[in-house]
């Protein structure tokens, strides 16, 4: 978790990538 804070521009795309996973794998799960 410390690598998030040293890091911003990563942060920034594994939010990214969890908003992508998040709208992949909703609908999986909820149909």
Known sequence: MESFKI???FN???RKL???VK???LP???F
């Open 7 to 9: 890091n911003p521009h």
């Open 23 to 25: 709208l992949i794998f």
């Open 18 to 20: 969890e908003r992508l």
């Open 12 to 14: 920034g795309e594994t």
């Open 28 to 30: 999986i799960i909820l």
